[in-house]
């Protein structure tokens, strides 16, 4: 009897270490699936600020050529709005690629990621926006 109980208390300590093992790797498995949605998110903010930096360039570009137009040359405002213009077009191009090219694979997100193909129509939209406002900035230069 004095062996039974001995033997009892190793086989519920076993039995207690085992759900605790589960319970430890449960909890790692969400908390590295957690990491991989905040990564996510982070990309799309990312994303965001790329976009919301080229807008920016694009308008201070178009805003460059009236700024300068009495104080200096002109050519000098439209040279500095094409170079904003052109600014604006390397960010969009490099919001896209960012996203689309995170670095190291996270594990498998919960969080859906933004779909490639309208980031691409998107940006590639704007990149032509782009591409008109600057031949309208030189093609209205006077």
């Not at 190793?10 to 590295?32: I, P």
């Not at 905040?38 to 790329?50: D, F, N, Q, S």
């Not at 050529?65 to 960010?91: D, E, M, N, Q």
Request: proline letters at 6%.
């Amino acid at each position: 009897m004095t062996d039974a109980k001995p033997s009892e208390r190793v086989q519920q300590s076993a039995r207690h270490l085992e759900r605790s093992a589960g319970r430890a790797a449960d909890s790692a498995d969400r908390t590295t699936r957690l990491a991989a949605d905040r990564t996510v998110l982070a990309a799309e903010r990312t994303y965001a600020a790329w976009v919301r930096t080229g807008l920016a360039a694009l308008a201070s570009g178009v805003g460059a050529r009236a700024l300068f137009a009495h104080i200096l040359p002109g050519w000098f405002g439209a040279l500095t709005g094409s170079v904003l213009i052109v600014f604006s077009a390397a960010c969009f191009a490099a919001g896209v690629w960012r996203e689309l090219q995170p670095g190291t694979a996270p594990p498998e997100p919960d969080t859906p990621r933004l779909p490639g193909a309208a980031l691409i129509a998107l940006n590639g939209f704007l990149v032509l926006v782009d591409v008109v406002v600057l031949v309208g900035l030189w093609a209205a230069r006077t």
